[in-house]
T-cell receptor
Framework: NAGVTQTPKFQVLKTGQSMTLQCAQD?????MYWYRQDPGMGLRLIYY???????DKGEVPNGYNVSRLNKREFSLRLESAAPSQTSVYFC???????????FGPGTRLTVT | TQLLEQSPQFLSIQEGENLTVYCNSS?????LQWYRQEPGEGPVLLVT?????EVKKLKRLTFQFGDARKDSSLHITAAQTGDTGLYLC????????????FGTGTRLTIIP
């Protein structure tokens, strides 16, 4: 089992460019999450999906969109990147009956 | 918005010393988790505490959940260089929803 995988690992964008961060899990988990991590601020929830076909906003959703493509995949899209979106982005998944979240290795995004 | 404040934010100690990290909130949580994150990787769950006053031990790590379920502590005995990393607490709210609230993090460095 690969667990949670994320692509790409690193990305540099110019202000105004768009991109999609990909996430996939092979643990048959129902719930998936996107977080951003900034120094001194822990992990902040951007969007989550409690099950296939549903998505909900987290703490910091502005400037992002998500798609739960199927049970395995949950993508995060930046339509018009801004320097404030420079961060490390983590995808996570969680199975039914457990509050443990399993995290991917992260995508380090820099917006210039 | 529920907040989890961790202290200290940074801690650097010699190998063999003891240390305690704190996680505090004004909100009640139904359970609280501790994660450890190493550079370039996602967080990994160490423990979940559920009952007020609960104490759990994981080798040299001792975790305690406050009686009122608003705070938690992590105590490490005889720290080793392998304990170096970012420690994050995360709370599950009393409302039974999907989301974790993450603390601000404690970056621990153990000096050989």
């Amino acid at each position: 089992n690969a667990g949670v995988t994320q692509t790409p690992k690193f990305q540099v964008l110019k202000t105004g460019q768009s991109m999609t961060l990909q996430c996939a899990q092979d643990m048959n988990h129902n719930s998936m999450y996107w977080y951003r991590q900034d120094p001194g601020m822990g992990l902040r929830l951007i969007y989550y999906s409690a099950s296939e076909g549903t998505t909900d906003k987290g703490e910091v959703p502005n400037g992002y969109n998500v798609s739960r493509l199927n049970k395995r995949e949950f993508s995060l899209r930046l339509e018009s990147a801004a320097p404030s979106q420079t961060s490390v982005y983590f995808c996570a998944s969680r199975g039914l009956g457990s509050y443990e979240q399993y995290f991917g290795p992260g995508t380090r995004l820099t917006v210039t | 918005t529920q907040l989890l404040e961790q202290s200290p934010q940074f801690l650097s100690i010699q190998e063999g010393e003891n240390l305690t990290v704190y996680c505090n909130s004004s909100s009640v949580f139904s359970s609280l988790q501790w994660y450890r994150q190493e550079p370039g990787e996602g967080p990994v769950l160490l423990v979940t505490v559920v009952t007020g006053g609960e104490v759990k031990k994981l080798k040299r790590l001792t975790f305690q959940f406050g009686d009122a379920r608003k705070d938690s502590s992590l105590h490490i005995t005889a720290a080793q260089t392998g304990d170096t990393g970012l420690y994050l607490c995360a709370g599950v709210s009393n409302f039974g929803n999907e989301k974790l609230t993450f603390g601000t993090g404690t970056r621990l460095t153990i000096i050989p």
